[in-house]
């Protein structure tokens, strides 16, 4: 099984106000068999979760407006189950602390390759598979 596999019919949302970031994925998961939507604001993506649902949420710690622990906060009641992946260039123990106890699954380190994407989807598709079993 490869990521193509594992990806496919999965519905994937980024929130990143970063138009670069936004871009390059896009291409990326252009050719994966999976739904990808990429956002710029949390606000943009708390309208998008209250008519779609998502498998993983891939999103940044500093967005404008709102930051990613607080939309994840927010979604936490609704949404609890989504695989959460956050992307931050600004770490901390505090950050990661706060992020673990609102169930994110993985950190991607900014700047990120998507290379690391990939490596993080493919290790928690397969956790998700034996948790399941």
């Known amino acids: ?70 939309f994840l906060k927010r979604i936490q009641q609704t949404h609890g189950q989504v695989i959460k992946i956050l992307i931050t260039a600004y770490g901390s123990k505090e950050l990661l602390s706060q992020a673990i106890e609102l169930g994110v699954h993985d950190f991607i380190d900014k700047p990120f390759s998507t290379k690391a994407i990939e490596d993080s989807l493919w290790r928690l598709a397969k956790e998700k598979v034996h948790r399941n079993r």
């Open 1 to 70: 099984m490869d990521l193509f596999d594992t990806l496919k019919g999965i519905k994937i949302l980024l929130i990143d106000d970063d138009e670069w970031i936004r871009d390059s994925l896009s291409l990326f998961f252009e050719f994966e068999p999976c739904v990808f939507q990429a956002l710029e604001t949390a606000e943009q993506g708390l309208k998008e979760l209250e008519t779609k649902d998502y498998d993983i949420i891939i999103l940044d710690y500093r967005l404008p407006g709102m930051n990613g622990l607080e």
